[in-house]
């Protein structure tokens, strides 16, 4: 029985961190396109479970309705911010022009933007059923905290998700979404690692993938990796400052306004190749020590690292083809992702290593 529920609570496991993850893909989709208010109000839909395909079917003043239920979330969410000390921020939401301006109705937008919606409220059912199965099974208990972290943070992120729809896309509040659902997926993760260990780990570790006295390094790589990733959420941001200053392409020669952009986007940008060269150097080392595993975190990080220097380039170049802020987005998150786990498994096998030789 106890091996039965060990191998369900693996595969809600699986599914909620699977879904975790490709709300990146969705939210990466939904910013390229710009589809972050294509619908209005939250939970629903300009009203409706599904949105509609036409104006036609919506009310003659259904912008100033919608318009009117933001600014009233848009003041208790200022009141909140006024009670825990922010009343600079509270002032400046309450003063935003942006906050004012009307959503018209878009069918595309209002469906991209819908269907990431649809996939937040599958992987809360799939972090829901998990978190319910580790407080019915004694079995589990030892997987609860992980398991609660990762639940919590997801309700969080739901919360906030809403606050991203009252406040018109405000920044500070985008990159805080975006970077907690990090928190969410990676507390996912030590929980499904936690219940793995016996399996996915040591079999890595019987192929000589992972090696304990890579821990370190792998723990610091990761550590470095978020910054980057943290760094390239505020850089996207002030892409969205430049666009609406009018100044996101340079004069000169009609690629990225890199001088707008600031000293924050040079370390996002050149950073990466300095990890790509470290990486690079594990390989070679890793190909000289006795050959090179090709599923070894070095080398798909080295993968992952190349197509993301290639995608920064023609973001620059092309400055921003939706297509490859989708594509910037996705493997930025599985880089920070992989390293993660390449860290956390590290920490599993050196704990196996030093309970087999006591």
């Known amino acids: 029985m106890s091996l039965k529920i060990e191998q369900l609570y693996r595969r809600i496991g699986l599914l909620a961190c699977s879904s ?5 893909l969705l939210g990466g989709l939904v910013r390229a396109t710009g589809s972050g208010m294509g619908c209005p109000d939250w939970p629903k839909c300009f009203g409706l479970l599904a949105p509609p395909t036409c104006d036609c079917d919506l009310p003659q003043n259904y912008q100033h309705l919608f318009l009117e239920q933001r600014l009233k979330k848009v003041e208790r969410f200022a009141r909140f911010l006024d009670r825990v000390g922010m009343e600079g921020t509270a002032e400046r939401l ?3 022009p942006t906050i004012r301006v009307p959503e018209e109705f878009n069918p595309l937008k209002a469906w991209i933007e819908y269907i990431n919606r649809v996939f937040g409220v599958l992987s809360g059912l799939f972090g829901l059923a998990w978190i319910i199965l580790v407080f019915y099974s004694r079995t589990l208990i030892r997987y609860r905290s992980w398991v609660t972290i990762g639940f919590v ?6 919360w906030l998700g809403s606050l991203v729809v009252a406040t018109n896309l405000i920044p500070g509040i985008v990159s805080l979404h975006y970077l907690l ?13 936690l219940s793995s260990e016996n399996n ?5 570790s019987g192929e000589g993938i992972l090696k304990s006295a890579n821990r370190n390094r792998a723990l610091i790589f990761w550590i470095v990796s978020w910054v980057i990733v943290t760094l390239g959420t505020w850089s996207r941001e002030q892409t969205e400052v430049l666009k609406s200053a009018g100044t996101l392409v340079a004069e000169q ?4 306004n890199l001088s707008g952009m600031g000293l924050v986007f040079v370390i996002h940008r050149y950073f990466p190749i300095l990890l790509f060269l470290v990486l690079l150097y594990w390989v070679y080392k890793q190909n ?3 050959g090179v595993h090709y599923a070894s975190p070095e080398f798909v990080l080295m993968v992952v690292s190349l197509i993301q220097i290639m995608l920064g380039a023609i973001q620059v170049i092309y400055v921003l083809p939706m297509w490859s802020q989708v594509m910037h987005i996705v493997f930025g998150s599985a880089f920070v992702t992989i390293g993660f786990i390449w860290a956390i498994s590290e920490h599993h096998l050196l704990k196996s290593y030093g309970s087999s030789k006591a």
């Open 288 to 290: 000289k020590d006795g």
């Open 94 to 96: 309450r003063t935003d």
């Open 200 to 204: 996915w780990v040591s079999k890595l």
């Open 181 to 193: 659902s990090f928190v969410c997926l990676f507390a996912m993760i030590k929980a499904f690692l």
């Open 20 to 24: 975790v993850f490709l709300l990146f």
């Open 153 to 158: 943070f997801l309700l969080l992120n739901a």
């Open 253 to 256: 020669d009609a690629t990225l």
